[in-house]
């Protein structure tokens, strides 16, 4: 890493809980794309999940992320909590800016490039970072037909240059697969609602900002 940026992946979620799903497509990413880590970017409250009655808290969510992180290149993290933002766009604006010696890319699955158009500016995250985008089980159909691959036209680069990256003019969006993992957290919930429960008394220091959650 010496004498270059870091590069680094974003990738935004509830976390609601973490799971072995999460980490899977993680260090899929982490492969495909070059990258020196990822951070997992725990939101404190999602705008298109509002009112949500199974939405855990957040202590509970991020004290799963960090479990579910433990030896990898993976820092969960709550610091949208520090930065005082609510949408991505701002989000990313005001990383960005904290840290200018990394390179960063956002990293999504297919479900929400499906409903990528619904995001607050969302061309404006498009402009700020190159994009990747996980293929996920029942959702690429929809992805692939949808506002935002069709705005992004000829802008999708070919899966050969995904670590080329930092390279690539904005906005710029790759797509990428790798062997389906079946694991959600609505399943997850399903079988336990009360799982956040088991985090109620923990103490929980958030793995960018090292800001302390108890």
């Known amino acids: 890493m010496k004498g270059r940026p870091v590069r680094t992946g974003l990738m935004g979620g509830s976390f609601n809980p973490a799971h072995r799903g999460h980490r899977a497509i993680s260090l899929f990413a982490m492969e495909a794309l070059g990258l020196d880590e990822i951070w997992w970017l725990v939101s404190p409250g999602n705008p298109l999940k509002d009112g949500a009655a199974d939405m855990a808290p957040f202590k509970a969510r991020l004290a799963s992320a960090r479990g579910m992180t433990r030896r990898s290149r993976i820092r969960a993290t709550g610091i949208e909590t520090e930065l005082g933002t609510r949408y991505t766009v701002e989000t990313l ?7 200018p010696k990394r390179d960063f890319v956002w990293i999504m699955g297919a479900d929400n490039l499906a409903g ?41 680069r070919p899966r050969s240059q995904a670590r080329d990256w930092t390279r690539w003019s904005l906005p710029a969006l790759v797509l990428m697969r790798f062997r389906p993992d079946p694991r959600s957290a609505t399943a997850l919930r399903r ?24």
């Open 116 to 156: 990528f158009h619904r995001w607050k500016h969302w061309r404006g995250i498009a402009r700020q970072m190159p994009i990747a985008v996980v293929a996920r089980p029942g959702y690429d159909g929809a992805a692939i037909s949808g506002p935002a691959m069709a705005w992004f036209g000829h802008r999708v």
């Open 93 to 99: 604006e005001k990383i960005t800016a904290r840290y």
């Open 191 to 214: 079988q336990d609602p009360d799982w956040f429960l088991d985090y109620a008394d923990t103490i929980v220091r958030d793995a960018v900002t090292r800001q302390v959650f108890a």
